[in-house]
T-cell receptor, first 112, second 116 residues
Framework: DAKTTQPPSMDCAEGRAANLPCNHS???????VYWYRQIHSQGPQYIIH???NNETNEMASLIITEDRKSSTLILPHATLRDTAVYYC?????????????FGKGTKLSVIP | DTGVSQDPRHKITKRGQNVTFRCDPI?????LYWYRQTLGQGPEFLTY????????KSRLLSDRFSAERPKGSFSTLEIQRTEQGDSAMYLC??????????????FGPGTRLTVL
């Protein structure tokens, strides 16, 4: 069962920041938060991950709350090409397969 | 292109037939994963290889499914006696590194299976 909860859908105006929330209230201390997105008919694409500090890369920023029970993925200037399903997942950092457990994700629609 | 490749991209088969899919991971990646995705759902983990060793299998992987990675490079996923419920997108992913700190998984485009 997925250990994360996300809203099923969100809209964002083109050029504006898209803020996608994720709840992971049962996260354990050695689990990382990973974000992926899936554009229709393609395989998922890695976006960003973090443990407890905020992270930023060329695609997005990840804000993790101090208690680590939730996080927000921020796309600073959404474009039409960012329309996709966004998945928040948890991955154990100890020994193991590091399999990803996906929920249903958030379908983000960027509107012109 | 040095990404993960999968072959075929689409497969239509009749119920009861056997099918085999191939995945070529990114060359230096020692971890390889298979996932299955049905319409409207996120991908579900099937199995995982570290080099040539199959180290974990999901309960979803019934005895009709078998996966191999004989030389620690490409992998195959075979489904025997296909059923209509096997219709799905089969995704392969690979990753490099140890632990959760460096486990970005890179996915292939998937093989879409339709069982008639």
């Amino acid at each position: 069962d997925a250990k994360t909860t996300q809203p099923p859908s969100m809209d964002c105006a083109e050029g504006r920041a898209a803020n996608l929330p994720c709840n992971h209230s049962t996260i354990s201390g050695n689990e990382y938060v990973y974000w992926y997105r899936q554009i229709h008919s393609q395989g998922p694409q890695y976006i960003i991950h973090g443990l407890k500090n905020n992270e930023t890369n060329e695609m997005a920023s990840l804000i993790i709350t101090e208690d680590r029970k939730s996080s927000t993925l921020i796309l600073p200037h959404a474009t039409l090409r960012d329309t996709a399903v966004y998945y928040c997942t948890l991955t154990y950092s100890g020994a193991g397969s590091y399999q990803l457990t996906f929920g249903k994700g958030t379908k983000l629609s960027v509107i012109p | 292109d040095t990404g993960v490749s999968q072959d075929p991209r689409h497969k239509i088969t009749k119920r009861g037939q056997n099918v085999t899919f191939r995945c070529d991971p990114i060359s230096e990646h020692n971890r390889l994963y298979w996932y299955r995705q049905t319409l409207g759902q996120g991908p579900e983990f099937l199995t995982y290889f570290q080099n040539e060793a199959q180290l974990e299998k999901s309960r979803l992987l019934s005895d009709r499914f078998s996966a191999e990675r004989p030389k620690g490079s490409f992998s195959t996923l075979e489904i025997q006696r296909t059923e209509q419920g096997d219709s799905a997108m089969y995704l392969c992913a690979s990753s490099l590194g140890r632990g959760g700190t460096n486990n970005e998984q890179f996915f292939g485009p998937g093989t879409r299976l339709t069982v008639l």
